[in-house]
């Protein structure tokens, strides 16, 4: 069975930091592409980072570009989103996904690939 756990969230300030995790069981974790993604109230889900495994690259939505990094931990079976100087706007329940079909920059993976999800907050 394919289990996807976040962890990590909870309230930042903004300009602060935080890092979200994503324990994976159940696939080969080291062999998926996989994605971060994140639904702000009232608005629809947007893709956030994803990382290839052909290339090693990591990529990232314009939006958070520059103060988000995405990382993967194999040994562990584990994907990290350390999220710098968030902004009010980034507040969203996050999510990460396997990308089953292979990485596909700012599509989202099928619902069916996600985990629950954890809830970030930016207040003061």
């Known amino acids: 069975e394919v289990r996807l756990v976040e962890s990590g969230g909870g309230m930042v300030q903004p300009g602060g930091s935080l890092r979200l995790s994503c324990a994976a069981s159940?696939?080969?974790?080291?062999?998926?592409?996989m994605t971060w993604a994140r639904q702000a109230p009232g608005e629809g889900p947007e893709w956030v980072s994803g990382?290839?495994?052909?290339?090693?690259?990591?990529y990232y939505a314009d939006s958070v570009k520059g103060r988000f990094t995405i990382s993967s931990d194999n040994a562990k079976s584990t994907l990290y989103l350390q999220m710098n100087s968030p902004k009010p706007e980034d507040a969203a329940r996050y999510y990460c996904?396997?990308?089953?079909?292979?990485?596909?920059?700012?599509?989202?993976?099928?619902?069916?690939?996600w985990g629950q999800g954890t809830q970030v907050t930016v207040s003061s």
């Open positions: 996904a396997r990308e089953p079909g292979g990485l596909r920059i700012g599509i989202l993976p099928p619902k069916a690939d």
């Open positions: 159940g696939f080969n974790f080291g062999y998926y592409d």
């Open positions: 990382i290839s495994r052909a290339d090693g690259r990591a």
